[in-house]
């Protein structure tokens, strides 16, 4: 940083903040915390070579990430940001799955209201009578739709 008060990293680590700290951008004085994590998982030295490789420009995503990082390290030791991530994604699959069931229930209940459109005998012709075989269709249809569905309803009241 150069400046009057050194970045966070120097502080921690009680050396002189030079104008060309590579910490001083994204570790600022007044946010010791955010460097302290960091440096307890990943160590300063491995913090500067990851940085030194990156371009300028990607450097603050990257320590975003760093951060991110160290603080699902800290709080699950064992699983860190995969944890989380896991969590995460079992919550999608099951929210996915609750919608599922809502919209199936949705269209259960529309089915419900909606009348059944058969085809009346007056309108249809002999030959179509018998070509298509609706003497008792009414019968099968209502019988087929009067089973139970997934949900335990009836389709047709």
Do not use: W
């Given at each position: ?68 990082e160290a603080n699902a390290r800290v709080r699950d030791p064992v699983y860190g940001c995969v944890g989380a991530i ?7 699959s099951e929210l996915q799955m609750q919608l599922a069931v809502a919209q199936a229930e949705i269209l259960c209940i ?48």
């Open positions: 940083m150069g400046g009057n008060s050194p970045c966070a990293s120097c502080k921690l680590l009680r050396r002189r903040c030079t104008k060309d700290c590579i910490f001083a951008p994204y570790f600022p004085s007044d946010d010791p915390q955010k460097f302290a994590i960091v440096h307890k998982v990943f160590g300063a030295s491995n913090v500067s070579k990851m940085l030194q490789e990156l371009q300028v420009h990607q450097r603050e995503d990257a320590v975003s990430s760093l951060v991110y896991s969590y995460l994604q079992n919550q999608v529309q089915m419900q209201h909606e009348p059944v459109l058969m085809p009346t005998q007056e309108i249809m012709d002999s030959d179509q009578k018998s070509y298509f075989n609706f003497g008792s269709s009414s019968n099968v249809i209502h019988d087929s739709l009067n089973i139970e569905n997934i949900f335990g309803h009836d389709m047709v009241s």
